[in-house]
Protein backbone atom coordinates (compact mmCIF):
# COMPACT_ATOMS: atom_id res chain seq x y z
CA UNK A 1 0.00 0.00 0.00
CA UNK A 2 1.32 3.65 -0.88
CA UNK A 3 0.01 7.22 -0.68
CA UNK A 4 2.35 9.96 -1.83
CA UNK A 5 0.67 13.27 -1.84
CA UNK A 6 1.98 16.15 -3.43
CA UNK A 7 1.96 19.53 -4.99
CA UNK A 8 2.37 21.48 -1.43
CA UNK A 9 4.54 24.96 -2.11
CA UNK A 10 4.74 28.20 -0.64
CA UNK A 11 2.24 30.39 -1.60
CA UNK A 12 0.88 33.83 -0.52
CA UNK A 13 -2.37 34.59 1.38
CA UNK A 14 -5.33 34.33 -0.53
CA UNK A 15 -3.95 32.41 -3.17
CA UNK A 16 -4.87 28.24 -4.32
CA UNK A 17 -3.20 25.09 -4.38
CA UNK A 18 -4.42 21.75 -5.47
CA UNK A 19 -2.63 18.94 -3.34
CA UNK A 20 -3.00 15.59 -4.57
CA UNK A 21 -2.51 12.07 -3.27
CA UNK A 22 -1.60 9.25 -5.42
CA UNK A 23 -3.03 5.90 -4.10
CA UNK A 24 -1.37 2.04 -5.12
CA UNK A 25 -0.84 -1.08 -4.14
CA UNK A 26 -4.97 -1.79 -2.68
CA UNK A 27 -8.78 -1.14 -4.17
CA UNK A 28 -8.74 2.70 -3.71
CA UNK A 29 -12.51 2.92 -5.37
CA UNK A 30 -13.55 0.41 -2.30
CA UNK A 31 -12.23 3.17 0.29
CA UNK A 32 -13.18 6.36 1.69
CA UNK A 33 -10.12 8.50 1.95
CA UNK A 34 -9.47 11.59 3.76
CA UNK A 35 -6.96 14.64 4.31
CA UNK A 36 -5.59 15.64 7.89
CA UNK A 37 -2.98 18.28 8.57
CA UNK A 38 -0.52 18.85 11.25
CA UNK A 39 0.60 22.74 11.76
CA UNK A 40 3.68 23.28 13.19
CA UNK A 41 4.13 22.93 16.76
CA UNK A 42 0.26 21.60 16.67
CA UNK A 43 -1.76 18.28 16.69
CA UNK A 44 -3.09 16.50 13.84
CA UNK A 45 -6.68 18.23 12.77
CA UNK A 46 -8.87 16.22 10.53
CA UNK A 47 -9.64 18.73 7.40
CA UNK A 48 -11.74 16.69 5.04
CA UNK A 49 -13.00 13.21 4.16
CA UNK A 50 -14.91 11.54 0.96
CA UNK A 51 -17.09 8.59 -0.13
CA UNK A 52 -15.62 6.07 -1.55
CA UNK A 53 -17.92 6.42 -4.85
CA UNK A 54 -17.03 10.74 -3.99
CA UNK A 55 -21.00 10.99 -3.36
CA UNK A 56 -20.33 12.57 -0.10
CA UNK A 57 -17.97 15.01 1.45
CA UNK A 58 -17.31 16.36 4.65
CA UNK A 59 -15.11 19.44 6.16
CA UNK A 60 -13.90 20.60 9.33
CA UNK A 61 -15.39 23.97 9.73
CA UNK A 62 -12.53 26.19 8.99
CA UNK A 63 -12.15 25.28 5.79
CA UNK A 64 -15.49 24.66 4.82
CA UNK A 65 -16.25 27.15 1.18
CA UNK A 66 -12.46 27.37 0.51
CA UNK A 67 -11.22 23.98 0.31
CA UNK A 68 -12.89 21.51 -1.95
CA UNK A 69 -12.29 17.61 -2.04
CA UNK A 70 -12.43 15.46 -4.73
CA UNK A 71 -11.35 11.90 -5.91
CA UNK A 72 -10.83 10.42 -9.61
CA UNK A 73 -11.20 6.24 -8.87
CA UNK A 74 -10.12 5.45 -12.65
CA UNK A 75 -6.55 7.47 -11.67
CA UNK A 76 -6.40 6.15 -8.41
CA UNK A 77 -6.17 9.91 -7.57
CA UNK A 78 -7.90 12.02 -4.20
CA UNK A 79 -7.28 15.82 -4.41
CA UNK A 80 -7.82 19.06 -2.30
CA UNK A 81 -8.28 22.31 -4.06
CA UNK A 82 -7.80 24.69 -1.56
CA UNK A 83 -8.55 28.56 -2.19
CA UNK A 84 -8.29 31.29 -0.35
CA UNK A 85 -5.69 30.19 1.38
CA UNK A 86 -4.69 31.67 5.35
CA UNK A 87 -1.63 31.52 6.86
CA UNK A 88 -3.45 29.30 9.73
CA UNK A 89 -3.87 26.72 6.49
CA UNK A 90 0.36 26.32 6.94
CA UNK A 91 0.79 22.55 8.02
CA UNK A 92 2.31 19.16 6.71
CA UNK A 93 -1.08 17.65 4.73
CA UNK A 94 -1.71 13.97 4.86
CA UNK A 95 -3.72 11.72 2.88
CA UNK A 96 -5.09 8.48 4.55
CA UNK A 97 -7.46 5.78 3.82
CA UNK A 98 -10.54 5.70 6.48
CA UNK A 99 -12.04 2.51 7.42
CA UNK A 100 -14.21 3.76 10.63
CA UNK A 101 -18.11 4.07 9.99
CA UNK A 102 -19.87 5.80 7.36
CA UNK A 103 -20.98 9.10 8.67
CA UNK A 104 -19.11 9.05 11.76
CA UNK A 105 -21.02 9.75 14.67
CA UNK A 106 -19.59 13.21 16.48
CA UNK A 107 -18.11 16.22 14.62
CA UNK A 108 -15.25 14.55 13.37
CA UNK A 109 -13.84 11.57 12.16
CA UNK A 110 -11.29 9.62 15.19
CA UNK A 111 -7.52 9.68 13.79
CA UNK A 112 -7.58 5.81 14.73
CA UNK A 113 -10.00 4.85 11.81
CA UNK A 114 -7.52 6.19 9.60
CA UNK A 115 -5.41 3.09 8.30
CA UNK A 116 -2.93 3.86 5.73
CA UNK A 117 -0.80 7.23 5.96
CA UNK A 118 1.08 8.56 3.35
CA UNK A 119 4.14 11.20 3.79
CA UNK A 120 2.68 14.26 3.61
CA UNK A 121 3.60 17.38 1.59
CA UNK A 122 3.74 20.86 3.02
CA UNK A 123 1.63 23.60 2.22
CA UNK A 124 3.52 27.01 3.65
CA UNK A 125 1.17 30.16 3.45
CA UNK A 126 3.30 33.01 3.97
CA UNK A 127 4.03 36.52 2.36
Known amino acids: VQLVESGGVLVQPGGSLRLSCAAS????????MGWVRQAPGKGLEWVSSISSDGSSTYYVDSVKGRFTISRDNDKNTMYLQMNSLQSEDTALYYC?????????????????????WGQGTQVTVSS
Open 25 to 32: GFTFRRYH
Open 96 to 116: ATYQGPWPWPGSRPSFADFGY
